[in-house]
């Protein structure tokens, strides 16, 4: 229908042309034939020729084929069909426009006729949204007049909701948290090792501070681990909001080791002590000379300069060979004195040896009158 209507004016057109054409050959053959009538007369041919020149001029204006009030006909039936095809060409088609009252749908595909693996595609329905009811797939919708709201019967009746008596009756009041969220919650912090070196035999200050962060009171088990071997537990009992340092005091044999206190680690080192070392100094002879058997008393001084007890042998050597070995106990920086008794019958010079330390004294013969 819209091609015939676009084509209708053009074939106007035509049709307006060629009655023009058609009124012009009338009008010259009609004055043709009266001249030719009137020179079987005996009227000249040049009388002839004039009539159908003049005939032929009047009849060739295009104006004059139709009266004034049938132009005007012809005028008014060409802007109505002008008027038309304006409204035509403005309108959009009804597939793109869709049904009265339905949204118009733009930027997607006509998806009527799409085949689907259970047959054609349902469309969409118009009322979409939260708080509508949409028929499940496959369901034919009740016809419904073009831009109608869906019908009643499409939304659930009033028996889907719950009656006022079916609610729980009011109880106690109970608290806005569960039970479980009441408990104590511990943290550790600022673990201390004093010192974190120490000589062996001196001991070794571990401390933290133990914090309840939670809303109940509680006791929390304080574990200290040594290399990872637990060395002491400690319990707490802590009121919410309360903190408490905890020690521990520890004695470990020499060497490096490893604290930690509930992820919170350091390191401290004992050091060896220094073994017995011993000096002798101040050696004493007396008397440098003695008379043949008198006592003669050699003696020194001997320190223990470690950091240990220890047992220092002194041997004494006479002219080269051990006279006599003493002992003597002494303990860390502690001094002691040691002392030989020898007597000699044999006269002479007598050279003394104590460990490192030298000396002589001399025996004198007696003379007899």
């Given at each position: 229908m819209r091609i015939v209507l676009r084509v209708l004016p053009i074939i106007v057109i035509l049709a307006v042309f060629l009655m023009a054409n058609a009124s012009t050959s009338f009008a010259a053959k009609l004055e043709f034939g009266n001249s030719a009538y009137g020179l079987n007369q005996g009227q000249?041919?040049?009388n002839v020729t004039d009539n159908f020149t003049g005939t032929l001029g009047q009849g060739s204006s295009f104006?004059?084929?139709?009266?004034?009030?049938?132009?005007?006909?012809?005028?008014g039936v060409v802007g109505v069909l002008l008027i038309m095809i304006i409204v035509l060409v403005a309108t959009p088609s009804r597939k793109k426009r869709g049904p009265a009252g339905a949204p118009i749908r733009t930027g997607m595909p006509d998806m009527e006729g799409m085949e689907g693996p259970?047959?054609?595609m349902p469309m969409p329905n118009a009322m979409s949204g939260p708080g509508s009811y949409n028929a499940p797939v496959g369901t034919a919708m009740p016809p419904q007049a073009p831009g109608a709201f869906p019908m009643q019967e499409q939304y659930p009746g009033a028996g889907g909701f719950q009656a006022p008596g079916q609610y729980p009756s009011a109880g106690p009041v109970t608290a806005p948290y569960p039970q479980y969220a009441r408990r104590p919650i511990f943290s550790v912090s600022n673990l201390t090792i004093t010192p974190n070196q120490v000589k062996y035999g001196n001991p070794v200050t571990i401390s933290a501070i133990v914090s309840n962060n939670g809303s109940e009171s509680g006791t929390y088990s304080v574990v200290l681990r040594i290399n990872g071997m637990v060395e002491n537990i400690i319990d707490l009992?802590?009121?919410p909001g309360a903190s408490q340092a905890t020690t521990f005091t520890v004695n470990k044999d020499a060497g490096e080791y490893y604290a930690e206190v509930d992820g919170l680690s350091g390191v401290f080192?004992?050091?060896?002590?220094?073994?017995?070392?011993?000096?002798?100094?101040?050696?004493?002879i007396a008397p440098e000379r003695a008379k043949q058997g008198e006592n003669i008393i050699i003696s020194a001084i001997v320190k223990n300069n470690g950091e240990l007890p220890g047992t220092f042998t002194a041997a004494l050597k006479l002219k080269g060979a051990v006279e006599?070995?003493?002992?003597?106990?002494?303990?860390?920086?502690?001094?002691?004195?040691?002392?030989?008794?020898?007597?000699?019958?044999?006269?002479?010079f007598y050279n003394v040896e104590l460990e490192g330390l030298t000396g002589r004294f001399v025996v004198e013969m007696e003379w007899q009158g």
């Amino acid at each position: 229908m819209r091609i015939v209507l676009r084509v209708l004016p053009i074939i106007v057109i035509l049709a307006v042309f060629l009655m023009a054409n058609a009124s012009t050959s009338f009008a010259a053959k009609l004055e043709f034939g009266n001249s030719a009538y009137g020179l079987n007369q005996g009227q000249k041919t040049d009388n002839v020729t004039d009539n159908f020149t003049g005939t032929l001029g009047q009849g060739s204006s295009f104006f004059s084929i139709f009266p004034t009030w049938a132009w005007w006909a012809i005028g008014g039936v060409v802007g109505v069909l002008l008027i038309m095809i304006i409204v035509l060409v403005a309108t959009p088609s009804r597939k793109k426009r869709g049904p009265a009252g339905a949204p118009i749908r733009t930027g997607m595909p006509d998806m009527e006729g799409m085949e689907g693996p259970q047959g054609p595609m349902p469309m969409p329905n118009a009322m979409s949204g939260p708080g509508s009811y949409n028929a499940p797939v496959g369901t034919a919708m009740p016809p419904q007049a073009p831009g109608a709201f869906p019908m009643q019967e499409q939304y659930p009746g009033a028996g889907g909701f719950q009656a006022p008596g079916q609610y729980p009756s009011a109880g106690p009041v109970t608290a806005p948290y569960p039970q479980y969220a009441r408990r104590p919650i511990f943290s550790v912090s600022n673990l201390t090792i004093t010192p974190n070196q120490v000589k062996y035999g001196n001991p070794v200050t571990i401390s933290a501070i133990v914090s309840n962060n939670g809303s109940e009171s509680g006791t929390y088990s304080v574990v200290l681990r040594i290399n990872g071997m637990v060395e002491n537990i400690i319990d707490l009992m802590l009121s919410p909001g309360a903190s408490q340092a905890t020690t521990f005091t520890v004695n470990k044999d020499a060497g490096e080791y490893y604290a930690e206190v509930d992820g919170l680690s350091g390191v401290f080192v004992i050091i060896p002590l220094v073994p017995a070392n011993f000096t002798i100094s101040n050696l004493t002879i007396a008397p440098e000379r003695a008379k043949q058997g008198e006592n003669i008393i050699i003696s020194a001084i001997v320190k223990n300069n470690g950091e240990l007890p220890g047992t220092f042998t002194a041997a004494l050597k006479l002219k080269g060979a051990v006279e006599s070995t003493e002992d003597i106990n002494l303990g860390p920086g502690e001094n002691g004195k040691i002392s030989f008794k020898i007597a000699e019958t044999t006269p002479g010079f007598y050279n003394v040896e104590l460990e490192g330390l030298t000396g002589r004294f001399v025996v004198e013969m007696e003379w007899q009158g």
